[in-house]
């Protein structure tokens, strides 16, 4: 059975998550993820493979993007949840696709298709909304409207497996909202449902979610790495003026005689 070429990109979460680095550093990183992509967990050596000559350079750098498995193999933990989700969806699919076509008659006069057991209907209900609607369960609905309502249910599924348990309907229903304040135009089809609610965080374009940065991965990083000398003078400025800084790091906080920023 051939691989599953294709997995959801959060492009915004790829953006914050490398805004430190060079496009030369970028381009490095990118390689080593499309390897564990390909061939799952990499080995010391197979990192050198990848990277080249460039690998005394890139590496250092890259090192932290990347956790150690049981067997001392790098991988990247996002991108193994996101590649996860894509094969147990896919999985489920085949397994759908195989068990509708033995009952299909069956199928249409259940509670909610075979395929779509497991979905919240409180995901089904909001993707509706979205065009006006009610969700319906397949034994009240008027023939015309059953491929329909089947692409509802299959972009339902795409966006519960996409999401974290919980959030799918919250970024529905914030979708909803953002094109209301907005006076934006909604999604014109069903089938585009899933791809349109995934472009955005919609919670955090309304301001009604923080969006949590790390701001200490990178001198946790490097302060494991480095000697205390060379870590104090490469943050010798933060620790001179950033409060915050100084004491997630165990410093003493600033004396009236050492004002902050002198």
């Given at each position: 059975?051939?691989?599953?070429?294709?997995?959801?990109?959060?492009?915004?979460?790829?953006?914050?998550?490398?805004?430190?680095?060079?496009?030369?550093?970028?381009?490095?990183?990118?390689?080593?993820?499309?390897?564990?992509?390909?061939?799952?967990?990499?080995?010391?050596?197979?990192?050198?493979?990848?990277?080249?000559?460039?690998?005394?350079?890139?590496?250092?750098?890259?090192?932290?993007?990347?956790?150690?498995?049981?067997?001392?193999?790098?991988?990247?933990?996002?991108?193994?949840?996101?590649?996860?989700?894509?094969?147990?969806?896919?999985?489920?699919?085949?397994?759908?696709?195989t068990s509708s076509h033995m009952d299909t008659h069956k199928a249409s006069h259940m509670d909610l298709h075979m395929d779509n057991v497991n979905?919240?209907?409180?995901?089904?209900?909001?993707?509706?909304?979205?065009f006006g609607k009610e969700y319906q369960p397949p034994k009240d609905r008027m023939p015309s409207e059953a491929n329909w309502f089947r692409d509802i249910e299959n972009q339902a599924k795409i966006?519960?497996?996409?999401?974290?348990?919980?959030?799918?309907?919250?970024?529905?229903?914030?979708?909803?909202?953002?094109?209301?304040?907005?006076?934006?135009?909604?999604?014109?089809?069903?089938?585009?449902?899933?791809?349109?609610?995934?472009?955005?965080?919609?919670?955090?374009?309304?301001?009604?979610?923080?969006?949590?940065?790390?701001?200490?991965?990178?001198?946790?990083?490097?302060?494991?790495?480095?000697?205390?000398?060379?870590?104090?003078?490469?943050?010798?400025?933060?620790?001179?003026?950033?409060?915050?800084?100084?004491?997630?790091?165990?410093?003493?906080?600033?004396?009236?005689?050492?004002?902050?920023?002198?």
């Amino acid at each position: 059975m051939a691989k599953d070429p294709a997995m959801l990109w959060y492009w915004a979460d790829w953006n914050s998550g490398t805004t430190t680095l060079s496009r030369f550093f970028k381009g490095c990183y990118m390689d080593l993820l499309h390897a564990q992509f390909n061939s799952g967990h990499l080995s010391l050596e197979e990192i050198k493979t990848v990277l080249g000559s460039d690998f005394g350079q890139a590496w250092p750098a890259l090192q932290k993007k990347f956790a150690v498995d049981q067997a001392g193999k790098y991988f990247n933990e996002r991108l193994e949840v996101e590649k996860n989700k894509r094969a147990n969806y896919t999985a489920s699919r085949k397994k759908n696709l195989t068990s509708s076509h033995m009952d299909t008659h069956k199928a249409s006069h259940m509670d909610l298709h075979m395929d779509n057991v497991n979905i919240d209907v409180s995901i089904l209900k909001e993707v509706c909304k979205i065009f006006g609607k009610e969700y319906q369960p397949p034994k009240d609905r008027m023939p015309s409207e059953a491929n329909w309502f089947r692409d509802i249910e299959n972009q339902a599924k795409i966006l519960e497996a996409s999401y974290p348990p919980g959030d799918a309907v919250k970024q529905v229903k914030g979708y909803l909202k953002y094109c209301r304040q907005k006076d934006r135009k909604l999604i014109g089809t069903a089938h585009k449902a899933a791809e349109t609610i995934l472009s955005s965080n919609w919670l955090a374009l309304l301001g009604e979610v923080e969006v949590k940065i790390d701001k200490y991965k990178d001198a946790e990083w490097d302060k494991g790495n480095l000697t205390l000398a060379a870590w104090e003078a490469q943050y010798a400025y933060k620790l001179k003026h950033d409060k915050d800084f100084r004491k997630h790091f165990g410093y003493a906080e600033f004396s009236i005689s050492e004002p902050m920023g002198k």
